[in-house]
């Protein structure tokens, strides 16, 4: 019998890169997104070991329809990455409340929320995989309601590993640096500036480039995988030694 999949925000960048390869790994990969046209063409890239749900993990009712969905399989769930999330920046003294509500009920309510309404279909030795970021340990000039999100999915990890290993489900989360994909792109407003923007994140990293979706999609099915069956409550730095170095 095949595992079963959840990967959130899977229509492109990392997302999508970690859908693919669970797939290919022989995965039956339910993916969510909140864009109908976005999820359609990444469930076609994927083939018939893809299952779309249109959903937003801010929204409650939609990630019980994407609950639903899995349930309705019949095979629980053995892996899921809750990926989704994002954010833009903001000085300290522009920040609003609805940037403030915005980015933590997408990148924490919207993570925890995901991870609850699964949670009666992981099955023993299940693997949740969180995506944090290496700005959860460093300081990050107009970005650190960004930042202090990821910082709450490092605790979140930390403290759902306590509190499953009993049912023998590992929790751990990846921390990618920055990586090439649409979101990076579109913190800047047009293309001139978002080349301005990569080239200087590419700068802060040791290896002097940026990461690509598909190294972090090594990470996670790591992470997915027996071969880290003795690690849970951990996170990975794949970021090109940014935060170690």
């Known amino acids: 019998m095949s595992r079963t999949a959840l990967v959130t925000g899977a229509t ?14 022989g995965t039956h990969v339910f993916l ?3 864009r109908q046209d976005a999820l359609d063409a990444a469930v076609a890239a994927i083939g018939p070991d893809a299952t779309g749900v249109r959903a937003d993990v801010a929204d409650q009712q939609d990630l019980e329809r994407v609950a639903a969905a899995i349930r309705e399989r019949g095979q629980g769930l053995d ?22 509500a915005d980015t933590f009920n997408t990148n924490v ?7 609850q309404a699964v949670l009666p279909l992981l099955n023993p030795g299940a693997s949740v995989i ?9 300081g990050a000039p107009s970005f650190s309601v960004y930042a202090a999100t990821k910082a ?24 990618p640096g920055p990586v090439e994909t649409p979101g990076l792109r579109g913190l800047a407003g047009d293309p001139e500036a978002a ?16 990461g690509r979706p598909e190294e972090i999609a090594d990470a996670v099915m790591f992470l997915a995988s027996a071969s880290s069956s003795f690690m849970t409550g951990a996170e990975l730095y794949v970021d090109g030694g940014a935060s170690q170095i």
Do not use: C
């Open 32 to 34: 969510t997104g909140r």
């Open 130 to 138: 969180l995506t944090g970021s290496n700005i959860d340990v460093k």
């Open 79 to 100: 892996v899921l990455f809750a990926n989704a999330g994002g954010g833009e920046f903001a000085a300290l003294g522009e920040i609003t409340w609805q940037h403030y």
């Open 195 to 210: 080349g301005a923007l990569l080239q200087g994140f590419a700068a802060g990293v040791p290896m002097q480039r940026l």
């Open 152 to 175: 709450a999915l490092r605790s979140f990890t930390r403290s759902w590993a306590a509190e499953l290993v009993g049912r023998g489900i590992r929790v751990n989360a990846i921390a």
């Open 12 to 25: 492109s960048g990392i997302g999508l890169a970690a859908a693919q390869r669970l797939a290919a790994d």
């Open 109 to 115: 309510g919207g993570t925890l929320f995901t991870v």
